[in-house]
């Protein structure tokens, strides 16, 4: 009989994580059946924020069914029979972890400076003086010549779903949303989830939401910074392989 240990050496396997501190994250995750625990457990490291030492790793099947615990670091995850579609659950033991307290997801438990609008415009020096002083100079140069149309036709070939990669840096994620934002400014836009927490929010932008994802995964940019097509998502552990 095969023991469970014989891992086919292109095997890999599509996860959906979770987090105990991080309610919004839940997020799919290709690993390959090689990987020890601990392994898995870096890969985890760097989408979470949560140490591998503080890591304690659930895995449940499709019916949220717990099956085990991924307690021997040095097993191969292969070992554990997961299947595309089961979930690995990632509980945080250090209660001083940057996820916990909520402050990661909720933007209300981080204090914010504020100044009213009498004490802003007794100020000088300050943004809105010199826009007003350079608008009084050359009154053309600030009128809005941007179009509600504007890059358009660049969303021809960009639809929701689409796997891509945006510049500068070749972050790489998936299309979830393509249209207008009128808070952002004229034109179109393209809403990724970044395949790592390279963003700046969870497909919320002032107040508006465009699309959802776990927090500091979303970004909203122009059509001529993304390119779609055959990107899947990077391994980190490549670059370390001989």
């Known amino acids: 009989m095969a023991s469970r240990l014989q891992i086919k050496g292109d095997d890999s396997v599509l996860l959906r994580v979770t987090h105990s501190n991080l309610k919004s994250f839940n997020t799919d995750v290709r690993f390959s059946l090689q990987m020890s625990v601990e392994a898995v457990k870096e890969k985890l490291w760097k989408k979470c924020g949560t140490s591998v030492n503080s890591m304690q790793l659930e895995l449940y099947d499709d019916c949220k069914n717990k ?23 990632v509980i945080d033991l250090d209660p001083s972890s940057v996820t916990s307290g909520g402050w990661l997801e909720d933007t209300s438990l981080v204090e914010k400076y504020s ?3 009498d004490e802003y415009n007794k100020r000088s020096g300050t943004f809105r003086k010199f826009k007003e002083k350079m608008a009084s100079q050359n009154p053309s140069a600030f009128r ?34 393509v249209g207008r934002a009128e808070a952002l400014g004229p034109g179109f836009w393209i809403g990724v989830q970044y395949d790592e927490p390279l963003g700046k929010h969870d497909g919320m932008v002032k107040g508006t939401r465009y699309f959802q994802c776990p927090q500091l995964c979303g970004a909203m940019v122009r059509p001529d910074k993304v390119k779609v097509g055959d990107y899947p998502e990077r391994d980190p552990f490549e670059e370390d392989e001989l």
């Open 67 to 89: 099956l085990c615990d991924l307690s021997d670091d040095s097993t191969p995850l292969g070992f554990y029979s997961p299947l595309d579609g089961f979930r690995i659950h």
């Open 115 to 117: 100044i009213s609008e």
């Open 144 to 177: 809005n010549k941007m179009s509600d149309d504007y890059m358009e036709d660049l969303c021809a070939n960009i639809k929701v779903g689409d796997r891509c990669e945006v510049e500068p840096g070749e972050k790489r994620g998936v299309v979830k949303y």
